[in-house]
């Protein structure tokens, strides 16, 4: 379905991927873990075509990703939708003109300008709003919302393209533990009712096991894990960090409430 062979991206004389394969033949929830600057960001976005590879090759059903142009490539992003840690939404529109939004890339320039949204989309948009718990909101402004609902606007507006791939990058990197479940529990759900590809940059070990079917870890552009969550054992994440014997589990958890200060700390440290 979806393979990504020997993916390189270098910037200058930084190699950022490095020869990244790894095939998908069905749909599924992957995560991506590795510390900061292991490479996570600059994979997805080579997916996605925001980043252009250096080498390597990407096929999705047959087409080769990395040389499509123009329209081709504008609707491959759009079946490969992407949502991102900051959320990007328009902070002082309301919520349901910032899941239309998602629609933008098949409407005309003068629609855009006049903020005129068929009627079709606008209950598609309502329709999304409400199966994610927030219709409710769709007259506020987005800056009005809190972190975890403003990420269920986003990717509300990732769904009004119906993508085939939902690419997250470090999604619930912002929010508190509550928040981050209810996001984590958003994009599991969509995999599960809608058959769709989640491939999401995670920064905790505790998220990645819980929620993917399969976690391919990264460390210096590298794939030096691939495995189900099982096989994630504590030896495993030690290659993927590059942490020495005094690795500790909690010091990737995401539930940071019980821990002690110092400890929580330390999972900063390893998160940003
Ligand atoms: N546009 C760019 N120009 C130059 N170097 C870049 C660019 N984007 C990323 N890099 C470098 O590539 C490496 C990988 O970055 P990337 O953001 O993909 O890592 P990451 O694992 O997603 O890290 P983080 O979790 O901090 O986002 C880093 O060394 C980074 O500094």
């Known amino acids: ?5 020997d993916l390189t991206c270098r910037f200058g004389p930084r190699t950022a991927v490095d020869r990244v394969s790894f095939a998908l033949d069905r749909p599924m929830f992957l995560g991506v873990i590795g510390r900061s600057g292991a490479g996570k960001s600059t994979l997805l976005r080579m997916l996605n075509r925001l980043t252009d590879a250096t080498s390597g090759e990407v096929q999705f059903k047959g087409t080769d990703i990395l040389r499509l142009t123009g329209r081709a490539k504008r609707d491959w992003q759009g079946r490969c939708a992407m949502i991102f840690q900051q959320f990007n939404l328009v902070p002082r529109l309301d919520v349901a003109s910032n899941v239309l939004h998602g629609t933008l890339s098949r409407r005309s320039t003068l629609a855009t300008m006049f903020n005129l949204w068929p009627e079709t989309d606008i209950a598609r948009a309502l329709d999304i709003l409400d199966r994610l718990g927030i219709a409710d909101q769709a007259p506020k402004r987005a800056e009005a919302l809190s972190g975890g609902q403003q990420q269920r606007v986003a990717i509300a507006r ?29 994009l599991r759900r969509i995999h599960d009712e809608d058959g769709r590809t989640v491939i999401a940059n995670l920064h905790t070990l505790d998220t990645a096991r819980r929620y993917c079917d399969r976690v391919i870890g990264m460390r210096d ?52």
């Open 158 to 186: 990732a769904l009004m393209q119906d993508p085939a791939i939902i690419l997250a990058d470090e999604p619930i990197a912002s929010l508190d533990p509550m928040n981050a479940q209810l996001v984590m529990d958003t």
């Open 221 to 272: 552009g590298r794939v030096v894990f691939d495995g189900t969550p099982d096989q994630l054992t504590t030896g495993a994440a030690r290659e993927i960090y590059g942490a020495d014997a005094s690795f500790s589990e909690k010091a990737t958890s995401t539930t940071l409430d019980g821990l002690p200060p110092d400890t929580a700390y330390a999972s900063t440290m390893l998160e940003t």
């Open 1 to 5: 379905m979806l393979t990504a062979t």
